[in-house]
């Protein structure tokens, strides 16, 4: 797999060449698509958003006090078919709004998982 930071190995994939301006500061230490945006908001991508929001679906202590196993599956589905092809922004940006408006969120702040799939929403 290629990677952003070539001399350092690991798995970043998402994330290209984007902050090659910087340099081996930027690259120091990165071994994935998140540590590398983590470092350089500038790189990020709505997509590695939209996998931190699945990440939250399916963490069983976040979100599934707060809706039913029906909303949560889905939001999965939706989630899943986002990331599917990260060349489709429009279909990822459908799939973000669907999966907004199948967990009722208005507006950030209505829960965690709806601030995560708005910040997505956003960068689509």
């Not at 994330?15 to 500038?42: F, M, Q």
């Not at 976040?62 to 599956?73: F, R």
């Amino acid at each position: 797999m290629r990677t952003a930071c070539a001399s350092l190995g690991g798995d970043v994939s998402v994330v290209k060449e984007c902050c090659n301006s910087d340099g081996p500061r930027i690259c120091r230490a990165v071994r994935s698509d998140a540590s590398l945006v983590a470092r350089d908001p500038a790189c990020e991508n709505p997509f590695l958003i939209v996998k931190e929001a699945l990440d939250l679906v399916n963490d069983d202590t976040q979100t599934h006090e707060e809706y039913s196993q029906k909303v949560l599956c889905n939001v999965k589905t939706l989630l899943e078919m986002a990331l599917a092809d990260v060349l489709d922004v429009n279909g990822a940006a459908y799939a973000v709004d669907r999966a907004l408006s199948q967990l009722g969120c208005s507006s950030p702040g209505d829960s965690v998982l709806c601030d995560k799939l708005f910040e997505a929403k956003n960068l689509l």
